[in-house]
């Protein structure tokens, strides 16, 4: 990663040499927490359990994020490409549906050659990409054959939120590109007989207080371009916390009239594989500690 551009930012950070660029990380993986977890989507979580890896650092920073703590680098252990390979086939002796890898684009070299560790050695259990959806194209097709399912956010289409929100006026473009190359890389939705999904790509979109005209463009768009090839997750679960208050029209929960006028602009657009959820998600206690567990 000498000169790194991995992701959009191309800040060219010599990270091999002890530089940080915007993701604030070294170029071995730094990870915050790798256990089960039980909060994705039904098909990806299911009763056992999702074997998350949160990685620290981003390349987004949004000033709402949830996991802020770990995004800004204030928690996570640094770690060898060897370990790596160990956490992922431990989860699979837990009997984690799949590895979950949460925001590891800025670690990419490592996790391919972990993840290619980890298969010679018995990874079997589908491999998922958890990210915020700011990626480049020519970086996923290096994980052609490694991930199974894609799990990305979509968080805007106009540029300006994209600006103000996640520093990133650029985000829709990179959003769009980056999802055209995972379905094409997941090819037909499959799951298992207890209906964990085994290859596809499920977009996850946050409803921001007072953005639903955005979340309508976002959810016009998905309809357009890609139809039933994909599953549409509605996020309810944006939570204010201490960081927004320099954003006081995020600094509320967003209400039941926002969320369910985007919910039913979905189904006005006929798409009927979509994810939502209730109003208790929008609490704290879904954020989970990053501890350093099974690190």
């Known amino acids: 990663m000498t ?3 991995l992701c959009p930012r191309a800040c060219g950070a010599d990270r091999p040499k002890g530089a940080f660029g915007y993701c604030g990380m070294p170029d071995q993986p730094v990870v915050a927490r790798a256990a089960l977890h039980y909060w994705e989507e039904p098909c990806i979580s299911g009763t056992e359990g999702s074997g998350a ?23 996570g252990k640094q770690i060898s490409e060897e370990r790596l390979t160990e956490i992922f086939l431990e989860l699979q002796e837990q009997n984690a549906n799949n590895i ?3 925001t590891a684009g800025h670690f990419l070299p490592s996790v391919i050659r972990a993840l290619t560790g980890a298969k010679r050695q018995g990874l079997t259990i589908p491999v998922v990409y958890n990210t915020g959806g ?7 097709k290096r994980l052609e054959g490694l991930v199974d399912v894609w799990l990305p956010d979509y968080k805007y289409q106009s540029p300006v939120l ?3 929100y996640s520093h990133a006026k650029d985000y829709p473009v990179w959003a769009a590109l980056s999802l ?3 379905v094409r890389q997941a090819g037909t939705l ?5 209906g964990i999904m085994r290859r596809g790509v499920i977009v996850r979109h946050l409803v921001l207080p007072g953005c639903v005209s955005d979340s309508k463009d976002v959810l016009e768009y998905l309809s357009d371009h890609y139809g039933n090839r994909i599953y549409v997750s509605l996020l309810r679960q944006y939570t204010p916390l201490p ?9 509320r929960s967003i209400s039941d009239e926002e969320y369910e006028e985007v919910t039913d602009y979905a189904l006005f657009l006929g798409m009927r594989q979509v994810y939502v959820q209730e109003r208790e998600c929008a609490k704290e206690s879904f954020i989970p500690a990053f501890d350093g567990c099974g690190v």
Do not use: W
């Open 243 to 251: 960081h927004v208050a320099a954003y006081p029209e995020l600094n």
């Open 162 to 164: 994209a600006e103000r």
């Open 53 to 75: 890896v949160f990685f620290s650092g981003c390349t987004l920073r949004c000033v709402y994020c949830q996991n802020h703590k770990i995004a800004s680098g204030q928690a």
């Open 134 to 140: 700011y990626e480049k194209p020519d970086q996923l």
């Open 180 to 182: 055209e190359e995972m």
């Open 3 to 5: 000169g790194c551009y």
């Open 100 to 102: 979950n890898l949460v």
């Open 190 to 194: 499959s799951f298992d007989d207890r």
